[in-house]
Structure formats: structure tokens, C-alpha cells
């Protein structure tokens, strides 16, 4: 066994925000690669523009806020919020660079050529134009409403990420600043009526800047900009002030429209003394504007993604089939009854859990019902059925989490018309957010009382899990229902938390445990015994975890990972983690399950869940991770779950020791792609492809036969 460290210093870890800013790095080379259908290109360029607004308005505005307090706390990687906020504008220097190249020099063209063209009013004919104008008066201008910059005009408090135009004009030989804020009301693209096929579509900013004078009579208009601001978009609450937290948060909500400001993008032609007035107006800094040459909004171009046109443009349709267990079945509670069901997102269809409460809202023999509910979004399918099972007598019980990031608003919608149905809906408790995902039915059965129980990685939330790579369970086993009852009655009530006898909770036990099964597996190593560890989850930050899987890999233990995003450990660095690799999947579906595997001198455990290895999942969340026994289940995870992401060489990145990513060699023509293999092996199911067509990699993962790596 080679020479193992025995403390670990900062340079054995990377930088967390410069972590995530390498996914978004892995986002955007999505748009840049030309194998991708164009307008799917086009999604994982808004995406990018998506993630990097919120990356502003939370961790940048948080690293500002711990400079502004004198915070001099050091990171994993020994940074302070000072040398992180420098490290990461130089990173997001050349993440933009690389975004706005990939619209100029890839999209662009690559539409044009496909017939979707962005035009330029000044470029039009004297019928565009005139079409142009009509829609200015008829839509535009109507809402339009100047702001004069002067003593008697403050200027003007514009909303977080909302597009505006900075004017500069002439009136009586004197220069004046105005803006003029770009309705969000109005689509954000204009198309142009056109005959056939072709597409041609204008800016709406470009279309008001066209006619701006119309705004300011008897003024020159010397020139005109698009700008944007990000602020602070964090809520602040106090949940021990008396104040109801839906009250609470409703309060923030209005703020975070008003937050600081922490960003400043602008056209890249702006005058500086026009871009250093904002920045003064702004309170912010040299640092802290961005020069775009092109869209300053791209998240917004996805509405040019949506819809049905261009469908050569997208990537082939899919419709998941009705998992296999559940085929045919016209009662899914005896389903379950005769076996444990595992479920798999997007591939299998997430109307069967859709299907599970509806079944059971309707159901007289079901008593009642308790959910979790954290991202709902728009779909009304899953809140609908509590409401009905509430309306018709059962007793429902919702545990809404009014503070999941950016769908608080959605979240107190729907809490407030679940709570007019009569369901009785809970916060959760105080200083905690809610983010397992479960869901209890009791029912009463012909030969008794029964409780069936549904777990997952992912939301209930059928739009997303058509997007999500996720992983469910159905069971009515009674230790999974034992411990679903006493989960809520934890959330709901007032009373200790009891160890179950198959969950595992945070902040409770969930990571001691996990250091525990990881230390276990050192131990194992050491003895000769078959170790290894495999874990999928979005993000990888907690330091005890990470030197847990540092002393796991100098004891020999093969260790793969698969993490999506942030990932603040360093694999293959000699004497450290040479036995640790670390892969990310960015493809047509954004991962999301989180599976561990633990060897167990080859008598593997195997969980599923709701939580990352990241220290806000362990002590600041309610989390539920569970195993799964049932043998066929199991092979089910090892086989595909796992082995087969572990083989992808077409989607995959892997994590170099200094923090950047590369594209694994494939070892095979074409190289396996796992989201597909996944549609296929789903299709070849559903009576589409035929099984034995859908090429595999090497059966199994060789788990059992793991030994230690000395």
C-alpha cells in the first residue's frame, strides 16, 4: 500500500464556486457541440444564461455579503470570500466569453441556415416596417413609459433581471439620461408574418430602441443601449419572530425584487462614462459589469425553443412506457402488494405515481394521506388529488416547503388552495427545510390496516420528472410504512426523533452513517476483504465526506463517483485519491437520482434518496435515503442504475486533478451514450426496439469480485 497522508490541507480540495462554474462550463459546451440538434443547442445555451443568473443572485451576492461583514472564514480549498469573488469574476470572464462566441459564431449562423434568422429593424423593407410600427403602437407603446434621469427624476428602481434601455439624448443643446424598462408582459422575440417556412424574428428591445423617439418628442436621440441588472435575490427570514412563515416569506418576496445589486450587464458598445454613471447609481464596481455582444437575456430565448415547430431541429420524441411491473394492472395497490416496484425517471412514465394518489384519492377504502410536497411547479395533477381526497372526508395531510429556492411564490399559491380544499397543510419545522420526497397511503384492506408508501430522488412534480433522470419506489412493507408515519409525525409534531428501521434521516443520522459504511469499506480494504464504493448525486462538498473517501482510497478502496455538479474532491492525485474517480453526465436530461452503493465484503448495501453529500443536506434538511433489498431491485441498481452511466464515454466528463474536465477515450465505436442506451432499453420494453437490439456494455459491474487496491 503506498503512503497515505494523514491530515489534509486546502490544496486537497477545490474551490465549491469555481466547481459549479466548471458545470456551467459542461452546460455550455452542450450548445457548442455540433452533434446536438440546433434548437436542443439552443436550450443548453439559455440554460447557461438561466444557471448564471442564479449563481449571481445567490452565491455571488452571498461571497459580497461576507466581504461587506468582514467574514474572513476560509473555504475547503483555504480561499476567503475575497480571493473566491476575484477567482470567480476571472472564471466568469471566460465562461462568457465562450457563451456569447457560441451565439455569434455557432447559433446564429446555425439558425439562419436553418431558416430562423434574427434581423435588424434598420434592414427591413417599407411592408416590414410598416408592420413593424403597428405592432410598436398597437403593443408597445401602450405600456411603455419613459424615466428621466435628473434632480426632479431619481432613477429608477428597476427589477431584478428585468432588460432596460439607457438613452442618451439631446434637448436645447443640453444631454440628458433617460431609460425605458422592457415590458416582460410582451414576448420577448417578435416574429415577423411570413409566408412558408421561414422564420424571422426581431428583439423586442431592438424594436422599442428602433422607435424611441416617439417617446421623447423633440429630442435628438444620440444613442441607446440595453442593460440588465442581478441583485440579491436571497430571502431573509426570521422564523422565531412571531410572524407566520408564509407571512414571512410573502414579505421577502416583494424584496427580492429590490435587492442589492450585484451584477451589471450592458451592450458592449455603451460609452464607459454611460456604463461608470450606472455603476455609481448601482454601488458597484469596476468588477462587477459584463460587456455582452449579443442577447443580455438568453434565458429568455426559450421561447423560441418551445413549441412544436422545427421538430428536425429537436431531439427525437420519446414517450415513456408504464413501468413493467405496473403493465396492465388495473390495481395498483395489489401491485405493490405482491412486490416492491422500482421506478425510473423519465424513462418510465411518472403518471404511474400520478396515478398512485389519484387511485387513492378516490379510493373509500383509503383513510388518508400525507405528502411531501418541495417543488411542485405548474401542474396541477398531484395537488389536485389531495384536494379531492380531502374534499371527499379522508384526512390529507401536505408538507409544503414555502422556501425552496425560486418556487416559493408557486409553493404559497398552492398552500393557500390546499388549505381551502381542507387539507391540513404543515411548514415543516423551524430551521430546517423539508426536501425528502415521500408519501404515505393508509388504507384498509380486506385483511387489515395497510400503509403503502412511495420514496423518491426527485420532486413530485410531473413537468421536471419529465426532464429529470430519477429514481422511485413503491413498497407496502411495514417497516417502509412505520417509519413514513413516524417521519411526518416528526415534521408535524412535537416529539424526538426515533431511528427507523430502514430510512435514514438528516440532520439526524444520515452523516455519521455515511462516513460510517465509507470507513467501513477502508476496513475492509485493509483486511482483503472486496471493497468499493460507488455514489451519484448532484454535489459533493461536505469536507468530512470527502476525507472519509480520502482515507477510503489510500486503504485501496475503488471508488467511483458520479457527480453531476459541484464536486470539491480531487481523485487521482497520488498518495490522496489515486483509487477515486469522479464522472459528471450533462446530456438531454439533467441528472438528478442519487444513488450509494457500499460493498460490503460482498454483501452490498444499496440506498436511494433525497440528499446529496453536501453539509446543507446533512444538517440544515429533513432527508430521507433508503435502501433497497429486494434482489432483483438490487441488480436492477447495480446493473443499470449505475453501471451503465459508469460506461458512458459520449456524455461524460471526467474530473482532472486540477479541477477541469475532460472527455473520456472511448474504448468502444460509437461510444455508449447512457441516456440513450436508457430510451432504447425503455422502447425495446415497451415492444419498440427489440431487446437484443439494444446494444449493452459488459454485464455487470464486476462488484463482487471488487478487492482492495493496494
Partial sequence: MSEVLKSFEPGHFINRELSWLEFNQRVLNEARDGSNPLLERLKFFCITGSNLDEFFEVRVAGLKEQIDSHVEIRGLDGLTPAETLRAVHERIARLVQDQYECWREQLLPGLAASGIHFVEPKDLNEADLAWLENYFRAQAWPVLTPLAIDPVHPFPQLLNKSLNIIVQLEKEKLRHLAVVQVPRVLPPVVKLPREGERQDYIFLGKVIGYFLNSLFPGTKILGHWHFRVTRNSELYIDEQDGVSLRKAVENELHNRRKGDAVRLEIDHDCPEGIRHALLGTLRLGPEDVTLIDGPLNPARLMALYEGSHSRELRDPPFTAPVPLALRGETDIFAAI??????????????????????????????????????????????????????????????????????????????????????????????????????????????????????????????????????????????????????????????????????????????????????????????????????????????????????????????????????????????????????????????????????????????????????????????????????????????????????????????????????????????????????????????????????????????????????
Fill in 337 to 710: 402488494r405482491r412486490q416492491d416496484i422500482l421506478l425510473h425517471h423519465p424513462y418510465e412514465t411518472f403518471n404511474s405515481v400520478v396515478e398512485f394518489l389519484e387511485t387513492s384519492a378516490r379510493d373509500p377504502r383509503v383513510l388518508a394521506i400525507k405528502q411531501t410536497l418541495y417543488r411542485t411547479g405548474g401542474d396541477t395533477r398531484i395537488v389536485g388529488a389531495l384536494m379531492e381526497a380531502a374534499k371527499s372526508g379522508k384526512q390529507v395531510t401536505a408538507v409544503v416547503e414555502l422556501r425552496a429556492r425560486f418556487d416559493e411564490a408557486n409553493n404559497i399559491q398552492w398552500s393557500r388552495r390546499l388549505e381551502e380544499a381542507g387539507v391540513h397543510v404543515v411548514y415543516g419545522l423551524v430551521g430546517y427545510k423539508i426536501h425528502c420526497k415521500v408519501c404515505l397511503i393508509v388504507r384498509q384492506d380486506e385483511d387489515g390496516l395497510r400503509r403503502y408508501v412511495h420514496l423518491s430522488t426527485g420532486n413530485y412534480n410531473p413537468t421536471t420528472a419529465r426532464l429529470y433522470t430519477d429514481t422511485g419506489f413503491l413498497t407496502c412493507h411495514p417497516d417502509y410504512g412505520e417509519d413514513a408515519t413516524n417521519v411526518f409525525n416528526l415534521i408535524t409534531g412535537i416529539g424526538h426523533f426515533q431511528t427507523g428501521k430502514k430510512l435514514l434521516l438528516s440532520p439526524f443520522q444520515l452523516h455519521r452513517q455515511m462516513i460510517a459504511f465509507i470507513d467501513r469499506e477502508a476496513e475492509n480494504a485493509r483486511r482483503g476483504q472486496p471493497a468499493r464504493v460507488i455514489a451519484k448525486m448532484n454535489a459533493l462538498s461536505d469536507g468530512q465526506i470527502i476525507e472519509a473517501l480520502y482515507r477510503a482510497s489510500g486503504a485501496g478502496v475503488k471508488i467511483d463517483l458520479l457527480v453531476r455538479g459541484i464536486c470539491c474532491l480531487k481523485p487521482g492525485v497520488r498518495h490522496l485519491s489515486e483509487n477515486i474517480t469522479v464522472r459528471s453526465i450533462v446530456d438531454r436530461f439533467l441528472e438528478h437520482s442519487r444513488i450509494f452503493y457500499f460493498e460490503n465484503g460482498g454483501r452490498p448495501d444499496i440506498f436511494l434518496g433525497s440528499s446529496d453529500w453536501m453539509s446543507r443536506n446533512f444538517f440544515r434538511r429533513i432527508e430521507a435515503v433508503f435502501p433497497v433489498e429486494d434482489p432483483e431491485l438490487r441488480r436492477r441498481v447495480m446493473d443499470e442504475f449505475l453501471a451503465i452511466p459508469l460506461k458512458d464515454e459520449a456524455r461524460a466528463w471526467v474530473l482532472q486533478p486540477n479541477g477541469s474536465y475532460r472527455r473520456p477515450r472511448p474504448a468502444t465505436r460509437p461510444p455508449l451514450r447512457s441516456q440513450t442506451y436508457f430510451i432504447k432499453l425503455a422502447s425495446g420494453i415497451a415492444g419498440g426496439t427489440p431487446k437484443a437490439k439494444v446494444r449493452r456494455p459488459p454485464a455487470r459491474l464486476g462488484l463482487r469480485k471488487t478487492r482492495a487496491r493496494r
